[in-house]
T-cell receptor, first 115, second 112 residues
């Protein structure tokens, strides 16, 4: 079983839809992350949670709404998205936030297409 | 903004040969970490190698090694005895606090 699992792997949604991405980590980590990966651009950090508390909201539009009900699960709720939001959304986790040396483990990603 | 630059968008190498991927970064911090991540076609990002900036010794993991030049803010990845399974996007990243700043990536293709 992979350490970080994301569902769905592929999602196509209209601009008026509401959908959610789900992430689960089986590594016993305390920190979880959402990253956005677009073509030709570096990965962009969107949100960071530590022990279910949000510690970073990196100027992300409100049409993206994260939720962390416990340290093993992370959701990204999506509503009224724009076509430019189409991207690969990566969930990740690390043992904790201390320092910059913690290895971050990534899921396989959810490929989102907004039509 | 503190950036990470990978100047080679694409590279190719013959199987069994050695290839070096370049990375430079910008930082004002004295303590930080550097990483190389690999993203194969399956899309899962996997850690390849990790370097602590306060350590002078270059990190090595089997066929993967780095050349860390702190003064030059350079962190290149050398892959020896390249294998077909090394075909992937390679991302250089700098870590401080809990944040990773990534480069745009280098697409490496290993040819048979």
């Amino acid at each position: 079983e992979t350490g970080v699992t994301q569902t769905p792997r592929h999602l196509v949604m209209g601009m008026t839809n509401k959908k959610s991405l789900k992430c689960e980590q089986h590594l016993g980590h305390n920190a979880m992350y959402w990253y956005k990966q677009s073509a030709k651009k570096p990965l962009e950090l969107m949100f960071v949670y530590s022990l279910e508390e949000r510690v970073e909201n990196n100027s992300v539009p409100s049409r993206f709404s994260p939720e962390c009900p416990n340290s093993s699960h992370l959701f990204l709720h999506l509503h009224t998205l724009q076509p430019e939001d189409s991207a690969l959304y990566l969930c990740a986790s690390s043992q904790d936030l201390q320092g910059g040396g913690n290895t971050i483990y990534f899921g396989e990603g959810s490929w989102l297409t907004v039509v | 903004a503190q950036t990470v630059t990978q100047s080679q968008p694409e590279m190719s190498v013959q199987e069994a040969e050695t290839v070096t991927l370049s990375c430079t970064y910008d930082t004002s911090e004295s303590n930080y970490y550097l990483f190389w991540y690999k993203q194969p076609p399956s899309r899962q990002m996997i850690l390849v190698i990790r370097q602590e900036a306060y350590k002078q010794q270059n990190a090595t993991e089997n066929r993967f090694s780095v050349n860390f030049q702190k003064a030059a803010k350079s962190f290149s990845l050398k892959i020896s005895d390249s294998q077909l399974g090394d075909t992937a996007m390679y991302f250089c990243a700098r870590g401080s606090n809990y944040k990773l700043t990534f480069g745009k990536g280098t697409l490496l293709t290993v040819n048979p």
